[in-house]
T-cell receptor
Framework: GAVVSQHPSRVICKSGTSVKIECRSL??????MFWYRQFPKQSLMLMAT?????????EQGVEKDKFLINHASLTLSTLTVTSAHPEDSSFYIC??????????FGPGTRLTVL | ELKVEQNPLFLSMQEGKNYTIYCNYS?????LYWYRQDPGKSLESLFV?????AVKQEGRLMASLDTKARLSTLHITAAVHDLSATYFC?????????????FGKGTLLTVNP
């Protein structure tokens, strides 16, 4: 149990376009979902925390107008990278948790902005 | 601000040898996690350590936690090539109910034949 999926797994887009990444908890209801980004050979950096039905909480230095997060249901959160630029190219990983349980990580989405 | 430091950051070892990865953190925390990441992949959960003195073992890996010293170790016994990966420790940030994680920089482990 506790499977988290992400879609797409890879996406290539042109500079200036927007990209949406989906994160789903497949077999449990996630009270909280987290979005991380990871640059090559670096650690994971938390971008934002989202609770179902409420606005996401962004970490310091993360632009909320650029990285739009929607947590519309207990099984789905979306991250939209608006007006993407090459510096937004990264590996984006979501995680989901229920209550005080541990976080379960998705397989990640590799975004390349040309 | 919670800081999590891992060392070493790079570890090259021969098959059959033993080694330990260290994870220090700066403030009190409820939980400590160890994860494995293969190239191009997401995180695989290895261990969750909840209390002082906790020790968990899975195969050739053993993790321990000393909350007084704010130190966790990941010990590798008789390493094999399949253990080559990046290992991260992560700590719950104190306070709040969301259990946000702060990650160490990771240890890139290469096991050579």
């Amino acid at each position: 149990g506790a499977v988290v999926s992400q879609h797409p797994s890879r996406v290539i887009c042109k500079s200036g376009t927007s990209v949406k990444i989906e994160c789903r908890s497949l077999d449990f209801q996630a009270t909280t979902m987290f979005w991380y980004r990871q640059f090559p050979k670096q650690s994971l950096m938390l971008m934002a925390t989202s609770n179902e039905g409420s606005k996401a909480t962004y970490e310091q230095g993360v632009e909320k107008d650029k990285f739009l997060i929607n947590h519309a249901s207990l099984t789905l959160s979306t991250l939209t990278v608006t007006s993407a630029h090459p510096e937004d190219s990264s590996f984006y990983i979501c995680s989901a948790k229920r209550g005080t349980d541990t976080q379960y990580f998705g397989p990640g989405t590799r975004l390349t902005v040309l | 601000e919670l800081k999590v430091e891992q060392n070493p950051l790079f570890l090259s070892m021969q098959e059959g040898k033993n080694y330990t990865i260290y994870c220090n953190y700066s403030t009190t925390s409820d939980r400590l996690y160890w994860y494995r990441q293969d190239p191009g992949k997401s995180l695989e959960s290895l261990f969750v350590l909840l209390s002082n003195g906790a020790v968990k073992q899975e195969g050739r890996l053993m993790a321990s936690l000393d909350t007084k010293a704010r130190l966790s170790t990941l010990h590798i016994t008789a390493a094999v090539h399949d253990l080559s990966a990046t290992y991260f420790c992560a700590v719950d940030r104190p306070g709040g109910s969301n259990y946000k994680l702060t990650f160490g920089k990771g240890t890139l482990l290469t096991v050579n034949p």
